[in-house]
């Protein structure tokens, strides 16, 4: 059974970079959609972006578009998340989840559901 | 742009009553490509449906999930108390989209 495992908390200053990663253990790694969503407190969930391990690509939300990069270790079946430019409306648990994927158009992918989730990372900014 | 939008806002039953959870596309969803996910405080989401009306692997018979087009509906045939939780509904995509969730709480 697949579980996926996200580093500890962090608290950042605005305008500094947060990069939290997530691990998978016991299951398939590259075959699945890695997504990023985060929570920001007492919020809904807001889908950030995704990678495909075994192609290597992401997609982004338009919202986060040049601020948030995602990547992905195959060998060590580890999926990163770095946001730039934190302000503290960043403030929020950012989770990883995988899930199934077709093939869309170019370099797009589609992102299924999501039937594995991390536990979540809490990421804090504030001066 | 699609737009989810979810109702009520805060559903308040009692133990035993069905619950009936409403998520609407202002487009119409492909395929049925809309999921459902639980969440209580403090946890991950959980994925209960997929595919509109396929429930996830050891997700209670008590969920199902209907519709097509731009209405979908999750219901609880008889509410547990570990089902009193927020509930998503979810549209698949390159860019995937959350709905603002509905909150299941005791009456």
């Known amino acids: 059974q697949v579980q996926l495992v996200q580093s500890g908390a962090e608290v950042k200053k605005p305008g500094s970079s947060v990069k939290v990663s997530c691990k998978a253990s016991?299951?398939?790694?590259?075959?699945?959609?890695i997504s990023w969503v985060r929570q920001a407190p007492g919020q809904g969930l807001e889908w950030m972006g995704g990678?495909?391990?075994?192609?290597?690509?992401?997609n982004y939300a338009q919202k986060f578009q040049g601020r948030v990069t995602i990547t992905a270790d195959k060998s060590t079946s580890t999926a990163y998340m770095e946001l730039s430019s934190l302000r503290s409306e960043d403030t929020a648990v950012y989770y990883c989840?995988?899930?199934?994927?077709?093939?869309?158009?170019?370099?797009?992918?589609?992102?299924?559901?999501?039937?594995?989730w991390g536990k979540g990372t809490t990421v804090t900014v504030s001066s | 742009e699609i737009v989810l939008t979810q109702s009520p806002g805060t559903l308040s039953l009692s133990p035993g009553e069905r619950a009936t959870l409403s998520c609407r596309a202002s487009?119409?969803?492909?395929?049925?490509?809309l999921a459902w996910y639980q969440q209580k405080p403090g946890q991950a989401p959980r994925l209960l449906i997929y595919?509109?009306?396929s429930r996830a692997t050891g997700i209670p018979d008590r969920f199902s999930g209907s519709g097509s087009g731009t209405d979908f509906t999750l219901t609880i045939s008889r509410l547990e108390p570990e089902d009193f939780a927020v509930y998503y509904c979810?549209?698949?995509?390159?860019?995937?989209?959350f709905g603002p969730g509905t909150k299941v709480d005791i009456k």
């Open positions: 979810q549209q698949y995509g390159s860019s995937p989209l």
């Open positions: 990678i495909i391990p075994i192609f290597g690509t992401a």
């Open positions: 989840a995988r899930g199934p994927f077709s093939i869309g158009r170019g370099t797009n992918y589609y992102y299924y559901y999501m039937d594995v």
């Open positions: 487009q119409s969803v492909s395929s049925s490509y």
């Open positions: 595919g509109a009306s």
């Open positions: 016991g299951g398939t790694f590259s075959s699945y959609a």
